[in-house]
Nanobody, 127 residues
Framework: QVQLVESGGGLAQPGGSLRLSCAAS????????MSWARQVPGKGLEWVSG????????YYADSVKGRFTISRDNAKNTLYLQMNNLKPEDTALYFC????????????????????WGQGTQVTVSS
């Protein structure tokens, strides 16, 4: 069965860095686009970043552009999110999500365009 397991969250100071990982199994990882999203209790889901199945195209929310980098290692079935220059407003529960397909010409940002999600990893940015 499909599994997505996030790790790497934790407490970081403002200006610090964290790297999130999402270990995928149960499907052909290299055939599907992936995204990271985050949620703060009481607020809506925010799409953070997306990446094509082959890693050739990446997308970022304006709020993280220039600070976060999404990548993937298809040989290791793993998705990453390198987060630098963290800000308190980055505090959230971060999820990785598997897209329905390779994500042709745009970044999927609707829930129905994803069929599997991880359980989330908490990122807290505070001094």
């Amino acid at each position: 069965q499909v599994q997505l397991v996030e790790s790497g969250g934790g407490l970081a100071q403002p200006g610090g860095s964290l790297r999130l990982s999402c270990a995928a199994s149960g499907f052909t990882f290299s055939s599907y686009a992936m995204s990271w999203a985050r949620q703060v209790p009481g607020k809506g889901l925010e799409w953070v970043s997306g990446i094509y199945s082959d890693g050739s195209v990446t997308y970022y929310a304006d709020s993280v552009k220039g600070r976060f980098t999404i990548s993937r290692d298809n040989a290791k079935n793993t998705l990453y999110l390198q987060m630098n220059n963290l800000k308190p407003e980055d505090t959230a529960l971060y999820f990785c999500a598997k897209a329905l397909d390779s994500m042709g010409s745009r970044w999927y940002q609707a829930l129905y365009e994803y069929d599997f999600w991880g359980q989330g990893t908490q990122v807290t940015v505070s001094s």
